[in-house]
């Protein structure tokens, strides 16, 4: 879409029209966010602005990724793979797990079933800065590692795949 690349080269390089780059510019006399009043920087806009997160405006960016992958994946996948979303109205009684499987609250957010071979991978993906990716990973799959044990003794092979992409459209080596 217009306007993507030049936004893209800008936030790599850091020549947004970010608060604090104004300010560096003599263009605005404070480094403060429009949204909170914190101090902002291109981490804060991108990633860490409370106002911003509680609007819902990462989770967009996060859904927005989410559903090109699953969109990707419902044209290509064989017709034995069961492609589940943590997306809205795409939930499945409120989880990604179907519930014959394993009842669970938790809702990775996407999930691929193949029943005839009982294999199950769980993806779990998170848009976060690119200083901060292999935090990230560590902690998603912390977060999903009894899911997998328990889909494990349910008679299940499941492979866990926590994966990112930065906030500025960085994809990890690992996850190519």
């Known amino acids: 879409p217009k306007g993507v690349l030049s936004f893209t080269l800008k936030a790599c390089s850091n020549g947004l029209n970010t608060p ?10 404070t480094n403060k966010c429009d949204l909170c009043g914190n ?16 609007e819902g405006r990462f989770t967009w960016r996060h859904n927005s990724v989410l559903n090109h ?14 492609v ?40 779990e993906l998170t848009c976060s800065f690119e200083t901060n990716l292999d935090k990230a990973n560590i902690r998603k799959a912390k977060s999903y590692n009894d899911l997998k044990s328990d889909l ?22 690992r996850n190519r």
């Open 20 to 29: 604090d780059n104004l300010k560096r510019w003599g263009i605005k006399k």
């Open 39 to 54: 101090p902002s920087s291109l981490k804060h806009i991108l990633n860490w602005c409370p106002k911003a997160l509680k």
């Open 69 to 82: 992958f699953v969109t990707s994946l419902k044209k290509s996948a064989p017709a034995n793979l069961e």
């Open 84 to 123: 589940f979303a943590d997306l809205p109205n795409f939930w499945l009684n409120g989880g990604t797990i179907p519930p014959d499987i394993l009842p669970t609250g938790l809702r990775p957010d996407l999930v691929l079933i193949n029943r005839e071979e009982r294999k199950i991978d769980l993806l």
């Open 152 to 173: 494990e003794k349910a008679g299940w092979k499941v492979h866990l795949v926590p994966f990112e992409i930065g906030s500025r459209g960085m994809v990890n080596k």
